[in-house]
């Protein structure tokens, strides 16, 4: 399988509304409770782009399966250093390393651009999700008890850091 990891371009925003939508409307991965609409998707991607920041896509033969996006952590000025992480693959293409090459080259580019922290917050029980960060170098720095409701149940949010 060759699999191609590139900056995302404002074309592939359709797909990747596609694989969250899945994520959104099955698991607590997103603490989403309706797919965003297309227009909502674009100004996003905007909002990364306007920052400096980085959206990529992983494609094979043709067709966006993944995709990664690091955003501003928080707004004061004190995080300024740091960004929080996303990454979803397609559910039919996981296990076959594409969130592991997404999240490398995410975290690669936020490196170079300076940033000193990639956070991720991980939604509901997510052990693969987990475990892709974990052999990412990603450590666990704590659980948020709780703190989503989605699908008639309570979903921790489980926070996971990396110095880069």
């Not at 998707?41 to 306007?50: C, G, H, K, Y």
């Not at 992480?85 to 490196?111: F, P």
Request: charged share 25%; proline share 2%; with cysteine.
């Amino acid at each position: 399988m060759d699999c191609v990891i590139r900056p995302a371009v404002l074309l592939d925003i359709a797909a990747v509304r596609g694989i969250y939508a899945h994520y959104v409307l099955t698991t607590a991965a997103s603490f989403a409770l309706e797919v965003p609409d297309l227009s909502e998707m674009e100004r996003r991607f905007w909002s990364v782009l306007e920052l400096g920041l980085s959206y990529l896509v992983a494609e094979v033969d043709g067709k966006v399966v993944g995709f990664a996006s690091a955003t501003q952590f928080r707004t004061r000025p004190a995080y300024r250093f740091t960004v929080e992480s996303s990454v979803y693959v397609k559910s039919d293409m996981t296990r076959r390393r594409i969130g592991a090459r997404l999240l490398e080259d995410l975290v690669e580019r936020c490196r170079a651009a300076g940033y000193k922290q990639v956070v991720a917050a991980i939604g509901g029980v997510n052990p693969a999700s987990e475990s892709l960060h974990a052999r990412m170098g990603f450590r666990s720095v704590g659980t948020l008890r709780g703190v989503g409701y989605k699908m008639g149940e309570w979903h921790d949010l489980l926070l996971m850091q990396k110095e880069i």
